[in-house]
């Protein structure tokens, strides 16, 4: 195969020329004939791509850059490639992979924050512009084969249904031929909602056989890759790699985290001085790097209570084994390549991170992380954590390990994720290999970069031009710099010298080499009481002598800090990200938000088998009275069984199911309690409308309410369920008519959870009596710690 000679690529899709020359009469004419139909293919040794993106690393977590987990891949990759010690993402996970796929700033793309906040704002807006096509596009236009494997954060919460739209799907707007993933910002990794295209699918085999879904997108990657190879070994390819690891929950067999048993034991203070000693030992930070102060919201290991370490210990051992298992599977995927012969002319991306480590585990870090989100993470206490220990990592657990290790997991720098004032937040290890395209083996790079600079270095290694109109419509200019430059020269002044960040009012500025910070927000504090914005307290760095941001010159240099303060301001206003907006819980309400949603209405209709429906895909029953009814045909043959509609899962939601021919209802709250009412009476033979009445106590967030079952109109059970979830049921979990997919709801169903009549329809009615709007942090609070 060959290239189209003479084709111009600004335009995408490159427009068809029609033939001019001469047409016989008479196909067996001997003058017939037409020029050859060429295949669409990049010029002559573009190279293939992958892009590995791992999720919620800090910088000092891998130890290819000095931390405790093992990562083997990672410093293979390192030893004939190029290590990026400044390399910078936007502390946020959706605002980083809108940014690294469109090569422009996430708010310039309307990713200030993640997609299930999104405001009608045009920065936070979640929706990227037709002006900004994503990089996976332009390259397929211009014939590269291209696939990504694994979470997409970016698709906005109204447009997750199966009914779309699509055009933020991988698949769809998103310029990839292949996908197989999920969507959303993190998944079980035993049991996760997957999709291949816009398709629901399974996994194939259960955690008891041996199911994780990292290995499970290795798996289909590799496929992928070596099917593409096969049929099309002239044809590059791109390939996205983004597994869900090592967000929460950390989810990792028991042999990987055991093999860090008593390695953490001396807590996250030793832990952090430990890693900037090997951090210098390997290069990977100056020799002269100072080690940043614990913050004060963050307390000494010593402080902790000595009955909850043994908990906070095995937290750090499964996250290890979490990320080595997570690099194991990437150089599985490395070596498919390279035994294909694919990988000289690959060049691969390996980003450590999408954020810094995540602090969004509470101080006593968690059994299931939607109780923090929620508002309720002090249902949790210590004596709690210590009896769940042995269950953290298993599927039996939504894990979250403890903030201080998500800053140890940071070291040498300051923060976390969210925190995008401090590099802690946003300066992740990076690695770039490519043996047929970089002549340096082993070495550091030290110029500023920013993963908005991927794209224009995949072009100009492509030896593609920057496409000035794609499927019609005109481009805006990419907004970050091709790397290129820096490959075979260490000493290469940086082109990328200003970048702005911000993230839930955390900002900064960047401007060779000085930094200008402040800090506004705690990730993990979500009653703090904010200050005004004009009243954030600015810091200042010279980042030519102070690697890690450990001296503040403000006080010393305020001409310095003001002529930044406005460049910051500069920067807001030319990349949309303005207006600043620090609310929490408000912009998980759409209303409140501005943003559209897809089910409104006191009513939702819904059918037999639809299933896999978001969260947002379904009429929202949390803070109010509801009723759920179901038209039913109840088998002749054998008891009545199963489940009519679930939502949520095992770690909190809720469903309406028969078991031995009796009809049930239980909310599960955050899977740490189940309260379950019956039926007094069997189902009889025939037609049914199965009722439950949820009547809200109402007061505020977070309530109990008693619950009524019906048969046909006619009372049959009544109970009691004391407290709800007020925000939120699950991340991943989704609703389904007549099963129950993913985890169980209950452990009360009978097995299989399949219903065994016939529905006709299930009906969700909601009262007028919602108190979403009367979300108030110190409430949800207060709430919870009446509850303990």
């Not at 953290?392 to 800053?407: K, P």
């Not at 899977?671 to 037609?687: C, I, N, R, Y």
């Amino acid at each position: 195969m060959v290239e189209r000679t003479g084709v111009r690529r600004e335009v995408l899709p490159i427009p068809d020329r029609p033939y001019l020359g001469l047409v016989t009469y008479d196909a067996k004419d001997p003058d017939t004939t037409f020029p050859p139909i060429e295949p669409l293919l990049p010029p002559d040794g573009a190279p293939n791509v992958l892009v590995v993106l791992l999720d919620d690393v800090g910088f000092g977590a891998a130890s290819a850059f000095g931390g405790s987990a093992h990562t083997p891949t990672a410093e293979r990759l390192q030893r004939d490639g190029l290590t990026y010690n400044r390399f910078h993402t936007t502390a946020l996970c959706a605002p980083t992979r809108a940014a690294l796929l469109s090569g422009r700033n996430h708010h310039s793309v309307g990713m200030g924050m993640i997609t299930e906040t999104a405001t009608a704002a045009p920065g936070s807006s979640g929706l990227r512009p037709n002006t900004k096509a994503a990089l996976p596009m332009t390259l397929k236009l211009n014939g590269y084969s291209t696939a990504q494997f694994g979470k997409c954060h970016e698709v906005p919460p109204w447009q997750t249904s199966p009914i779309g739209p699509f055009d933020a799907w991988p698949s769809g707007g998103g310029g990839f031929e292949y996908f197989y993933g999920f969507i959303g910002g993190e998944n079980n990794q035993y049991y996760p909602a997957l999709y291949e295209g816009f398709a629901p699918v399974e996994p194939d085999k259960t955690p008891e056989e041996g199911y994780h879904l990292t290995e499970d997108l290795t798996d289909h990657a590799i496929d992928w890759i070596g099917t593409q190879k096969s049929l099309a070994p002239d044809k590059p390819f791109f390939v996205y790699f983004a597994p869900g690891a090592t967000h929460a929950p950390h989810h990792v067999p028991p042999e990987w985290a055991d093999k860090y048993a008593g390695r953490f034991s001396g807590g996250w203070d030793a832990q952090r001085e430990a890693t900037v000693e090997r951090q210098k030992q390997r290069g990977v930070i100056p020799p002269d790097t100072e080690l940043t102060q614990r913050p004060d919201a963050i307390p000494a290991w010593d402080d902790m209570d000595d009955a909850l370490k043994p908990a906070l210990e095995r937290q750090m051992e499964v996250y290890a084994g979490f990320l080595e298992h997570t690099d194991f599977h990437v150089g599985r995927l490395i070596d498919a390549i390279e035994e294909l012969g694919a990988l000289d002319n690959t060049l691969i991306y390996y980003i450590i991170g999408d954020n810094g480590a995540s602090a969004e585990g509470t101080v006593n870090g968690a059994f299931n992380e939607m109780a923090n989100f929620n508002g309720l993470a002090a249902i949790e206490t210590p004596e709690f954590m210590a009896q769940v220990k042995d269950k953290l990592g298993t599927a039996d657990a939504y894990n979250h390990y403890s903030v201080g290790w998500a800053w140890a997991m940071c070291t040498p720098l300051q923060w976390t994720k969210q925190v995008a004032s401090h590099w802690g937040g946003t300066r992740n290890g990076t690695i770039v290999h490519w043996p047929a395209g970089i002549a340096s083996k082993g070495e550091v790079r030290s110029q500023f970069t920013h993963v908005i600079d991927v794209a224009a270095t995949v072009l100009e290694a492509a030896g593609l031009p920057e496409p000035t109109f794609v499927n019609g419509v005109q481009q805006s200019p990419l907004e970050g710099p091709s790397m290129l430059y820096s490959f075979d020269q260490a000493d290469a002044p940086e082109r990328h010298d200003l970048q702005y960040f911000e993230m839930a009012g955390n900002r900064g500025i960047y401007y060779k080499g000085w930094s200008a910070v402040t800090r506004h927000s705690t990730p993990w504090l979500p009653n703090e009481q904010l200050p005004p914005l004009d009243e954030d307290v600015w810091e200042l760095y010279d980042g030519s002598v102070d690697w890690s941001q450990s001296h503040d010159l403000a006080a010393e240099m305020p001409e310095k800090l003001a002529a930044l303060q406005r460049l910051w301001l500069i920067e807001a206003v030319k990349y949309n990200v303005l207006p600043i907006d620090d609310r929490r819980f408000e912009r998980l309400n759409a209303t409140i938000a501005g943003r559209p949603q897809l089910v409104t209405g006191t009513t939702q209709t819904l059918f037999p088998r639809m299933r896999r429906l978001s969260e947002n895909s379904v009429i929202d029953v949390k803070n109010r009275s509801f009723s759920v009814t179901a038209a039913i045909e109840a088998p002749e043959n054998g008891p009545t069984n199963g489940v009519l509609i679930a939502q949520g899962g095992r770690f909190g939601g809720w469903a309406l199911y028969v078991n031995d021919g009796r009809a049930k209802f239980v909310y599960n709250l955050l899977g740490m309690k189940e309260f379950v009412v019956g039926a007094t009476e069997d189902l009889t033979t025939g037609s049914h409308q199965v009722r439950a009445e949820f009547a809200y106590d109402g007061g505020g967030l977070a309530k109990g309410g008693n619950v009524t079952l019906f048969y046909d109109g006619r009372e049959v059970g009544a109970g009691r369920v004391e407290q709800t979830q007020p925000l939120i049921f699950s991340a991943d979990e989704t609703t389904d008519i007549g099963d129950d997919y993913g985890t169980p709801v209950s452990t009360d169903y009978h097995d299989p959870t399949g219903f065994t009549g016939r529905i006709h329809v299930v009906q969700i009615d909601v009262g007028t009596d919602d108190h979403s709007h009367l979300i108030d942090p110190a409430e949800v609070v207060r709430v919870a710690t009446s509850r303990q």
